[in-house]
């Protein structure tokens, strides 16, 4: 009876499939690129919400499409790269009749080609388009194969109280391979799969330290790590992949392995893409252009809990995600934003519901699951800023707030921040502007009789599903960009204080792996308590593509850490340049 009812849902959602898309693989700077084409644009795009990401690429074709159709606008030589740039990437979704490559007012000039054509492809089969070592594409399938690699050298100077001045080489080498297409235009798939040797920085070490309980083997969004080497070297194998299909027209379905993230920042409070990819099913449902509700069911690990002789399986924690986004006009979105994190022996099916309140149904059933609510903001105007906020509150009691004795039930975390593109007018000058903060305790849960350890808090794999700091914490970010075509400059500057936990068996809460039962007072708490430590960071790169998705790139980071405790203040600095094909560069600052 039950595979009838499986083999007839699957009918029906066959009768309905419609055109879908891949989507675009998480990327700080290629995501950048679309944000300001929104901004540009002065309202919201029409094929997604921007705030959940990934995006797919037949919605990034459409707004490109939208801007093009509006040549009066007084784009920039490095926006019209950019264009040809994010059309040549998808051009499967491109109209095979288009004719808006580079610049529309000089295209009469040049001989037209098909969209995403390669004038120079390497023995007739291979970069027959720019962006695809190797394409084919028929009415059955759309395929695109491309290697990935990224292999740099560096430098690190480290010095401090407890550190030796030290000089050491730093490393990096990854090969991979990336896959995407559709079948028929009908069912999306995507999967990508790497294998990395790196030697990292000492505060990404210390991060490790503190999150997995190993110092020398710690590479951070990661899951299963090795060491490589005798001196603090990792080698780790990285794989994403799924399957993706519209339904119903207005429903989009994903299943597969990889990260999701929610907001407008580059940090998010939310969900964020700092650990590692996971299991999932993600539901988005759009009700014409203004409103779009998502629903991801995720399955994580739990690396706290540990595992009986003789058993290699890391246990499995669950979390469901719903959030609302509501377009209110062409200038404003609001959304809203639940979570629930539980532990069962297996899925429990009361969280599948799809459009109900979550902390109802752990209140029902009795359950210590973790409930988080949030809501989150953004306004566009005069087509050149973006303002943005996002609220989580894992727990809040009003009449404790107004007595300002600090409860340590007050649990929250606040971010506000503004983008200013073509800054002073000043054509690709880019200025964003970021604050967060999160009390302590955030995010972190309880261990009782029925539940592990780690079991319920917000993180996957031992590392933070929101901020890399965790909680405890305030953090003031100022990022400028500056592109001229394919030459690109980022400078990141940020100022952060937080908290540590003097011992392992203190929590003053900012390590949200340790459970809040174990804190050291329940009034009294303030951001930055326990053991306060400063951290200032100067982050500058410099890229150059050399071809479509091929970046010769130099970087320069300082990081000064100042504790209350001089051993564990120090200065790390770290000069490096590498060469991407096909990968992004990972902002690993903090």
Same mark, same amino acid.
């Not at 929104?38 to 459409?62: C, L, M």
């Not at 790196?198 to 990404?204: D, G, M, Q, R």
């Given at each position: 009876m039950r595979s009838n009812v499986y083999v007839f849902c699957f009918l029906v959602l066959s009768l309905t499939v419609q055109a879908q898309s891949p989507f675009v693989p998480l990327n700080a700077d290629y995501y950048h690129l679309i944000d300001r084409l929104?901004?540009?644009?002065?309202? %919201?795009?029409?094929?997604?919400?921007?705030?959940?990401?990934?995006?797919?690429?037949?919605?990034?074709?459409?707004l490109t499409d939208s801007l093009l159709s509006h040549p009066g606008r007084n784009f920039s030589d490095s926006d019209y790269f950019n264009f040809d740039?994010?059309?040549?990437?998808? %051009?499967?979704?491109?109209?095979?009749?288009d004719s808006t490559q580079v610049d529309p007012f000089t295209k009469h000039l040049r001989t037209p080609f098909a969209p995403g054509d390669s004038r120079e492809p390497i023995l007739k089969h291979f970069y027959h388009k720019k962006a695809d070592l190797y394409s084919l594409q028929t009415p059955d399938i759309d395929l695109h194969i491309n290697p990935a690699l990224y292999v740099g050298l560096g430098i690190e100077n480290t010095s401090g109280d407890a550190l030796a001045s030290n000089q050491r080489l730093m490393f990096v080498n990854t090969r991979g391979l990336e896959i995407r297409g559709s079948i028929g235009r009908k069912l999306g798939f995507y999967t990508f799969f790497s294998d990395t040797q790196?030697?990292?920085?000492?505060?990404?070490r210390q991060y490790g330290r503190i999150y997995s309980g190993d110092s020398t083997n710690s590479a951070p969004g990661e899951g299963f790590i090795k060491p490589f080497g005798s001196n603090g070297a990792v080698d780790y194998l990285s794989a994403r992949g799924y399957i993706t299909l519209n339904t119903l027209k207005v429903i989009n379905i994903q299943f597969g392995h990889d990260r999701n993230f929610f907001g407008n920042g580059f940090r998010s409070l939310l969900l964020s893409d700092n650990a590692p990819a996971s299991l999932f099913l993600k539901l988005t449902t759009r009700l014409g252009k203004r409103i779009q509700y998502t629903n991801l069911f995720s399955s994580l690990q739990n690396k706290q809990q540990p595992l009986p002789a003789g058993d290699h399986l890391i246990p499995q924690k669950f979390t469901a995600i719903h959030h609302l986004s509501v377009n209110i006009n062409d200038h404003m979105n609001l959304g809203v934003f639940e979570a629930e994190v539980f532990s069962r022996d297996r899925l429990d099916i009361s969280y599948l519901n799809p459009i109900i309140l979550y902390r109802y149904v752990e209140s029902s059933q009795g359950s210590a699951d973790n409930a988080l609510i949030g809501l989150d903001f953004k306004a566009n105007f005069l087509s050149q800023f973006l303002v943005y906020t996002q609220i989580m509150i894992d727990e809040f009691r009003l009449k404790a707030l107004r007595e300002g004795k600090g409860d340590w039930t007050n649990k929250f975390a606040i971010q506000l921040g503004a983008k200013y593109i073509d800054a002073f007018n000043v054509p690709n000058l880019d200025l964003q502007t970021e604050f967060n903060l999160a009390r302590p305790f955030t995010y972190s849960h309880e261990r009782s009789a029925t539940v592990n350890s780690g079991q319920t808090n917000y993180a996957n794999y031992n590392q933070p599903l929101a901020h890399p700091l965790g909680a405890n914490f305030l953090e003031?970010?100022?990022?400028?960009?500056?592109?001229?075509?394919?030459?690109t400059g980022n400078g990141i500057f940020g100022i952060m204080m937080y908290g540590a936990d003097p011992a392992n068996d203190l929590n003053y809460g900012g390590n949200i792996l340790k459970d809040y039962n174990g804190r050291v007072r329940n009034e009294g708490n303030f951001i930055g308590q326990g053991r306060k430590t400063i951290i200032t960071y100067l982050d500058?790169?410099?890229?150059?593509?050399?071809?479509?998705?091929?970046?010769l790139e130099g970087r320069y980071m300082y990081r000064f850490q100042d504790s209350q405790y001089r051993p564990d203040s120090y200065t790390d600095q770290t000069a490096s340049f590498g060469l991407r094909w096909n990968m992004p560069y990972r902002n690993w600052v903090f």
């Open positions: 929104e901004i540009r644009q002065n309202r %919201w795009a029409d094929g997604f919400h921007s705030t959940v990401k990934p995006y797919n690429r037949q919605s990034i074709i459409q740039y994010l059309r040549n990437d998808s %051009w499967e979704w491109v109209d095979p009749n790196a030697s990292y920085p000492e505060y990404i003031g970010i100022g990022i400028v960009r500056y592109q001229q075509k394919r030459l500058l790169r410099a890229s150059y593509m050399l071809r479509h998705n091929i970046f």
